[in-house]
T-cell receptor, first 112, second 112 residues
Framework: DTEVTQTPKHLVMGMTNKKSLKCEQH?????MYWYKQKAKKPPELMFV???????INESVPSRFSPECPNSSLLNLHLHALQPEDSALYLC???????????FGQGTRLTVV | GQQVMQIPQYQHVQEGEDFTTYCNSS?????IQWYKQRPGGHPVFLIQ?????EVKKQKRLTFQFGEAKKNSSLHITATQTTDVGTYFC????????????FGAGTRLAVHP
């Protein structure tokens, strides 16, 4: 299984809502990532988890809260988002910190 | 901070013509990876280059890593309509974490 599965595929939320994005991989990868991608732009790194510990936070606002419950799962909790946070949120994993990254299909988030 | 510049931003070709995209980093890279993202899709890993001066081929695709490990190129011979998409280079840094810095991407359009 070489898949990274993300749910939901689409999400519309209000600015006062709380929602969570989920990501799962069963490749035994020990590094997992959240990226944000705006239209016609490259993916921007948000968070890196290594061995289930947060190792990199790219100065992401606290309204985005990552969580890694175990080595296969990665969540991104969303609260009080702004319309400018609307984007494609991509999860990725890699076996080690310097090997290829496998991306999920993403969650297309719209904040209204 | 580390930046990865990628050109051109956009390229139109007729089917059968060749295509090249170039990446330059402001700092030495530990490795460089190339990804392809189809319209509406997610980034898909193509290849990783690690050694100075490395050249790798995948059918009609040729990837090069510069001697100084600061630049890279992807060349597609005789493009096909299936090559349509955005090609991203992503530079890795030393330290064990795959903090990939993505180039801006080159969007390839192939006209039959």
């Amino acid at each position: 299984d070489t898949e990274v599965t993300q749910t939901p595929k689409h999400l519309v939320m209000g600015m006062t809502n709380k929602k969570s994005l989920k990501c799962e991989q069963h490749m035994g990868h020990r590094a997992m990532y959240w990226y944000k991608q705006k239209a016609k732009k490259p993916p921007e790194l948000m968070f890196v988890y290594s061995y289930e510990k947060l190792s990199i936070n790219e100065s992401v606002p606290s309204r985005f809260s990552p969580e890694c419950p175990n080595s296969s799962l990665l969540n991104l909790h969303l609260h009080a988002l702004q319309p400018e946070d609307s984007a494609l949120y991509l999860c990725a994993s890699s076996a080690r910190g310097d090997t290829e990254a496998f991306f999920g299909q993403g969650t297309r988030l719209t904040v209204v | 901070g580390q930046q990865v510049m990628q050109i051109p931003q956009y390229q139109h070709v007729q089917e059968g013509e060749d295509f090249t995209t170039y990446c330059n980093s402001s700092t030495t890279l530990s490795n460089i990876q190339w990804y392809k993202q189809r319209p509406g899709g997610h980034p898909v890993f193509l290849i990783q280059l690690v050694k100075s001066g490395e050249v790798k081929k995948q059918k009609r695709l040729t990837f090069q890593f510069g001697e100084a490990k600061k630049n890279s190129s992807l060349h597609i011979t005789a493009t096909q309509t299936t090559d349509v998409g955005t090609y991203f280079c992503a530079g890795g840094r030393d330290g064990g974490y795959n903090k990939l810095i993505f180039g801006a991407g080159t969007r390839l359009a192939v006209h039959p």
